[in-house]
T-cell receptor, first 110, second 113 residues
Framework: DADVTQTPRNRITKTGKRIMLECSQT?????MYWYRQDPGLGLRLIYY???????NKGEISDGYSVSRQAQAKFSLSLESAIPNQTALYFC?????????FGQGTRLTVV | QKEVEQNSGPLSVPEGAIASLNCTYS??????FFWYRQYSGKSPELIMS????GDKEDGRFTAQLNKASQYVSLLIRDSQPSDSATYLC?????????????FGAGTRLAVHP
């Protein structure tokens, strides 16, 4: 089993719908991250969390919210999805050094 | 100015040649630097990490760091077609324990037979 698991792997949703992307990890890391990837733009940080009570906005947090339900779980929500949120989303964990990534969630908003 | 900058490429090299990938960063206090490889549609995987000035070698890969110039590079010797991928430079930036991992946009490498 993967150390960092994202669900769903693929999702198509309609404009205006609420959607949640989930991430769970078995690495025991405190730090968890959500990134978004668009062609030619690399990985852009949406939110990051250093522990259950410590959540921070990244460079592109508008339109997104997160919940750190436990050390092992970090969810990303789009309250009202819009087409320009169509992208590949990655969850990652770390202990302060390198990051370990989930398999990614390909989200399409139509 | 972006925090981490890379040339988007594509960088095209013949099989067997040396591929040189470059990255600059803006936070002078950054302490940790990473190179990730990403195949299309897949998640990034770590190739190299480097923390101090100089060179670090691992097989066909060499990472080079120059903190005074805020520059980090990755050399791939004896390039193979299987090296064709996007290479992401990542920098751990921020003060104290509140640092975060920031990625460049990536350089696409194409190794042709």
């Amino acid at each position: 089993d993967a150390d960092v698991t994202q669900t769903p792997r693929n999702r198509i949703t309609k404009t205006g719908k609420r959607i949640m992307l989930e991430c769970s990890q078995t690495k025991g890391h405190d730090r968890m991250y959500w990134y978004r990837q668009d062609p030619g733009l690399g990985l852009r940080l949406i939110y990051y969390s250093f522990d259950v009570k410590d959540i921070n906005k990244g460079e592109i947090s508008d339109g997104y919210s997160v919940s750190r339900q436990a050390q092992a779980k970090f969810s990303l929500s789009l309250e009202s999805a819009i087409p320009n949120q169509t992208a590949l989303y990655f969850c990652a964990t770390s202990e302060g050094g390198e990051a370990f990534f989930g398999q990614g969630t390909r989200l399409t908003v139509v | 100015q972006k925090e981490v900058e890379q040339n988007s490429g594509p960088l095209s090299v013949p099989e067997g040649a040396i591929a040189s990938l470059n990255c600059t960063y803006s936070d002078r206090g950054s302490q940790s630097f990473f190179w990730y490889r990403q195949y299309s549609g897949k998640s990034p995987e770590l190739i190299m990490s480097i923390y101090s000035n100089g060179d670090k070698e691992d097989g066909r890969f060499t990472a080079q760091l120059n903190k005074a110039s805020q520059y980090v590079s990755l050399l791939i010797r004896d390039s193979q077609p299987s090296d064709s991928a996007t290479y992401l430079c990542a920098v751990r930036a921020g003060s104290g324990g509140y640092n975060k991992l920031i990625f460049g946009a990536g350089t696409r490498l194409a190794v042709h037979p």
